[in-house]
């Protein structure tokens, strides 16, 4: 069985719904805002541009936002990037580790086929 399966499956079916209607070729942004739009109306609760800092030895080194933060479980960031690279995955990643959650969905929209990855810590 597969980490927040139900959730991850609600989830993928909102961004699948969002690339159809849009397709690529928009700034993450609109997806983005696309996105939450889609989850509110399946009434899954989310967060978007949820700020947080960055930790070092016990000082701030700085602070990110999460593009969307469903239900206090799973990190989504999304590209609107002609291919997903390794650097993609990585600040899925650190995204996780800074945020102490398990699982990333790095959602590709820029592509003519949605493109998915689970990211798990």
């Known amino acids: 069985m597969l980490l927040y399966e139900d959730l991850t499956k609600k989830i993928i079916g909102a961004a699948i719904e969002v690339h159809r209607v849009l397709g690529p070729g928009f700034l993450e942004s609109v997806y983005q805002g696309a996105l939450a739009q889609e989850l509110a109306a399946r009434k899954i ?5 949820d700020p947080l800092k960055v930790m070092y030895k016990g000082e701030q080194m700085g602070k990110f936002r999460t593009d969307i933060l469903v239900e206090d479980k799973v990190v989504i960031e999304i590209k609107a990037v002609s291919r997903l690279i390794p ?5 899925a990643i650190h995204y996780l580790t800074a945020t102490r959650k398990k699982l990333a969905l ?3 929209f820029g592509t003519s086929r949605i493109v998915i990855r689970r990211v798990i810590l």
Not at 45 to 49: A, G, N, P, Q
């Open 45 to 49: 609760r989310f967060k978007t541009e």
């Open 106 to 108: 790095l959602i590709n």
């Open 87 to 91: 650097e993609h995955t990585a600040q």
